[in-house]
């Protein structure tokens, strides 16, 4: 389901000045898809983006705007990208054969978080006997918001990629300093609380603007 304004600003004030890990874990407990910290940091990071990827579609659009950098003549242009949807029903538990590959969680990467040897200790925890670059592109499928791309300038045809929990973070920590500014207007304006307009629908919410004479 969608997520609604209190829901964005809780998850912004939770998971602000976290490392990403942590700061994953806090937006899937604050926006309701996992019951508690220490569970999300159970749940591997496919998991993740795709719990926070079906919100994310739901709030703000399947379709993202993002801005990538050619490989081939390294020109930056705006691309578009789809945000899968495909959350699964639990935590993911790891394999028990020690050479099956697996996905890490979110609590394995927060523990090698600045580690020197974070690459190393990761590909020897999920890897097992699988190829690295078969977990890499395994890790790429279940994580990111990929889209074909042509650069004008080169010609060149490329996939945009960007991770599903960092753009969601991007997207929250965007929209919830403009809510609360719009929060500041009208609780001036009408003398509302922060829970009764963060409670209004977003159409609503952009005509009391207008009305404050603070509205496009």
Same mark, same amino acid.
């Given at each position: 389901?969608?997520?609604?304004?209190?829901?964005?600003?809780?998850?912004?004030?939770?998971a602000? !000045?976290?490392?990403?890990?942590?700061?994953?874990a806090?937006?899937?407990?604050?926006?309701?898809?996992?019951?508690?910290?220490?569970?999300?940091?159970?749940?591997?990071? /496919?998991? #993740?983006?795709?719990?926070?990827?079906?919100? +994310?579609?739901?709030?703000? !659009?399947?379709?993202?705007?993002?801005? *990538? /950098?050619?490989?081939?003549?390294?020109?930056?242009?705006?691309?578009?990208?789809? *945000? $899968?949807?495909? $959350?699964?029903?639990?935590?993911? %538990?790891? $394999?028990? @054969?020690?050479?099956?590959?697996?996905?890490?969680?979110l609590g394995? +990467?927060?523990?090698?978080h600045?580690?020197p040897?974070?690459? %190393?200790?990761?590909?020897?925890w999920?890897?097992? =006997?699988?190829?690295? /670059?078969?977990?890499?592109? =395994?890790? #790429?499928? &279940?994580t990111?918001v990929?889209? $074909? *791309?042509?650069?004008? @300038?080169?010609?060149?045809?490329?996939?945009a990629t960007?991770? *599903?929990?960092?753009?969601?973070?991007?997207?929250i920590?965007?929209?919830?300093?403009?809510?609360?500014? @719009?929060?500041?207007?009208?609780?001036?304006?009408?003398?509302?609380?922060?829970?009764e307009?963060?409670?209004?629908?977003?159409? &609503?919410?952009?005509?009391?603007?207008?009305?404050?004479?603070?509205?496009?």
């Amino acid at each position: 389901m969608p997520w609604s304004a209190s829901d964005v600003v809780s998850a912004w004030e939770t998971a602000e !000045g976290l490392i990403p890990a942590e700061r994953t874990a806090a937006l899937l407990v604050a926006l309701g898809l996992a019951p508690d910290h220490r569970t999300a940091l159970e749940y591997d990071v /496919g998991r #993740a983006a795709a719990l926070l990827g079906t919100g +994310l579609a739901e709030t703000f !659009g399947e379709t993202v705007e993002v801005v *990538v /950098g050619c490989p081939q003549c390294g020109g930056l242009l705006q691309a578009q990208a789809t *945000v $899968p949807r495909s $959350p699964q029903p639990g935590p993911t %538990a790891a $394999p028990t @054969d020690p050479e099956t590959a697996r996905l890490p969680t979110l609590g394995e +990467l927060s523990r090698v978080h600045g580690r020197p040897d974070a690459a %190393a200790t990761l590909r020897h925890w999920c890897a097992g =006997h699988t190829e690295p /670059g078969t977990v890499l592109a =395994h890790l #790429a499928e &279940r994580t990111m918001v990929q889209g $074909p *791309v042509v650069c004008p @300038d080169c010609e060149a045809v490329f996939d945009a990629t960007l991770d *599903v929990a960092a753009l969601s973070w991007e997207r929250i920590s965007t929209e919830a300093p403009r809510l609360l500014a @719009d929060v500041a207007v009208l609780a001036s304006a009408f003398g509302w609380s922060e829970a009764e307009i963060l409670g209004l629908s977003a159409h &609503r919410r952009t005509a009391y603007l207008q009305l404050a004479g603070a509205g496009p």
